[in-house]
């Protein structure tokens, strides 16, 4: 069984970057796909960025595409979150879960969320 939990977030100025990590610990060999979320105040939670599958393939929302960058580290059984150009509207909790594709994210293992604020 595998458990994530997030860390990375903070206060930072709008135009600015912060680096997000989720970190796993246990294993669970049917795991192949790992994503972002957030939840902004007052609106349900949205998908950021997923990576998965053997090949890495990345997918990003509009709002983050070109901004934010996903992608992992083996080794360290972790994902991270590069945000770069913030911008207000970027302030959210931020999640990271770990799933099997077929299963879908919602059997996922979800972290308890890193506060992200960007001031403008």
């Known amino acids: 069984q595998v458990e994530v939990a997030e860390s990375g977030g903070g206060l930072v100025q709008a135009g600015g970057s912060l680096r997000l990590s989720c970190t796993a610990s246990g294993s669970d060999a049917s795991v192949n796909a790992r994503g972002w979320y957030r939840q902004r105040p007052g609106n349900q939670r949205e998908l950021v960025a997923t990576i998965f599958g053997g090949a890495d393939t990345t997918t990003y929302a509009d709002s983050v595409s070109g901004r934010f960058s996903i992608f992992r580290d083996n080794a360290r059984n972790t994902v991270y979150l590069q945000m770069n150009k913030l911008k207000p509207e970027d302030t959210a909790v931020y999640y990271c879960?770990?799933?099997?594709?077929?299963?879908?994210?919602?059997?996922?293992?979800w972290g308890q969320g890193t506060q992200v604020t960007v001031s403008s």
């Open positions: 879960n770990w799933w099997n594709l077929a299963a879908g994210p919602s059997f996922g293992a």
